[in-house]
């Protein structure tokens, strides 16, 4: 069994910052790519940032060089620095992970349950 665990989110400025964190937990063999996803009201589920076991990244235009994702691969975490921040940004925040959780399993995605973030003044 495989959690992963955000933490983080909240209430927000405009300009302000804002930092989540999700922790993988249970049967873990290997950890490949972590990601952050967010869902406005109404609107699909889009990728935020995405980082590789190796340390790559890649952002959604919308946040680039503005949120920060990283990893810290002996904790199995990935947080995400978001920076200048905008009422757009509000959303549910998703981590996502996909892990190999034993020898010779194929690797699998998960999600964790979402966290609030609400970008207001």
């Known amino acids: 069994q495989v959690q992963l665990v955000e933490s983080g989110g909240g209430l927000g400025q405009p300009g302000g910052s804002l930092r989540l964190s999700c922790a993988a937990s249970?049967?873990?063999?290997?950890?490949?790519?972590m990601s952050w996803y967010r869902q406005a009201p109404g609107k699909e589920r889009q990728l935020v940032a995405a980082i590789t076991s190796g340390g790559s990244t890649n952002y959604a235009d919308v946040v680039k060089d503005r949120f920060t994702i990283s990893r810290d691969n002996a904790k199995n975490t990935v947080d995400l620095q978001m920076n200048s921040l905008k009422p757009e940004d509000t959303a549910v925040y998703y981590c996502?992970?996909?892990?190999?959780?034993?020898?010779?399993?194929?690797?699998?995605?998960?999600w964790g349950q979402g966290t609030q973030v609400t970008v207001s003044s």
């Open positions: 996502n992970a996909d892990i190999t959780a034993a020898p010779l399993l194929p690797q699998s995605r998960y």
């Open positions: 249970g049967s873990i063999f290997r950890l490949h790519a």
